[in-house]
């Protein structure tokens, strides 16, 4: 276990080492359990903030659209961005086979402002680690560029994998970086026709304190801090035991 919590001296410095796999999983990203909870998700997070239908959302690591589509079936204006340019093809296809009116954008989330051109929007969020806590110590970045687009009296909602939970459940071949809070794993990734390759992955994990006092510098009150599962958003207290913690926090 000593060597496990060592932590790796091959963190990526460019934050753009998703791309590779994004392109190698293309639409087969969509068959992992995790993303099986969309509709639940949205759900919860529009009963949660008191969204109505018209309200602008930036969807930000947007992934192949899948909050940003589900959000788009209720009536919401959504625009969402993403690093890995098969992933906005897929979303926009996704998109057009149901008429849905969505902008998606390919781009850097460390450089939000400039991809929407300093627009505000009621809703901006990062989920499922779609950008905050995957670019490998840019977090502070991203949060700073998401914070200045959300209109006054918006909201920001952010999904971070849980350190806790990281280093308890540490599986042989994984390390965490305890000056990054990172943690490393090498994973099977399967694509469409079944092919297998491995990768190289890197999560940032965040305590709850960290995130509340990240969210509070940013200038934002928080509203909940929840501990959640994929497709299980509750409002359940934090523990050991949960994957992610939720953010709820409003300008």
Not at 25 to 42: H, P, Q, R
Not at 174 to 190: I, P
Request: contains cysteine; negative net charge.
């Amino acid at each position: 276990m000593d060597d496990q919590r060592a932590g790796t001296d091959r963190l990526p410095k460019d934050g753009r080492w998703f791309v590779p796999v994004a392109d190698f999983l293309g639409s087969a990203y969509l068959k992992n359990s995790f993303t099986k909870g969309t509709i639940a998700e949205m759900d919860s997070l529009i009963a949660s903030i008191g969204l109505t239908p018209g309200s602008t959302v930036l969807d930000v690591g947007c992934g192949p659209g899948r909050h940003s589509v589900e959000l788009a079936r209720r009536g919401y204006d959504v625009t969402g961005v993403d690093l890995a340019e098969i992933f906005i093809r897929d979303a926009v296809h996704r998109a057009q086979a149901e008429d849905l009116d969505v902008t998606f954008i390919h781009g850097d989330a460390r450089e939000l402002i400039d991809l929407v051109d300093g627009a505000s929007f009621d809703l901006v969020m990062s989920l499922c680690q779609g950008a905050f806590g995957l670019l490998g110590g840019d977090d502070d970045t991203i949060l700073d560029q998401m914070a200045s687009l959300v209109a006054p009296g918006g909201w920001l909602v952010l999904t971070a994998f849980s350190a806790y939970f990281a280093v308890s459940g540490l599986e042989d071949g994984e390390s965490f970086d305890a000056l990054h809070g990172v943690v490393h794993e090498k994973a099977t990734v399967r694509d469409n026709d079944g092919q297998e390759r491995p990768f190289d992955l890197w999560t940032t994990c965040f305590t709850p304190r960290e995130l509340t006092l990240m969210v509070r510098a940013a200038g934002f009150d928080v509203v909940s801090l929840t501990g959640v599962r994929p497709g299980w958003w509750k409002g359940d207290a934090p523990t050991v035991d949960h994957p992610e913690f939720l953010v709820l926090a409003r300008r």
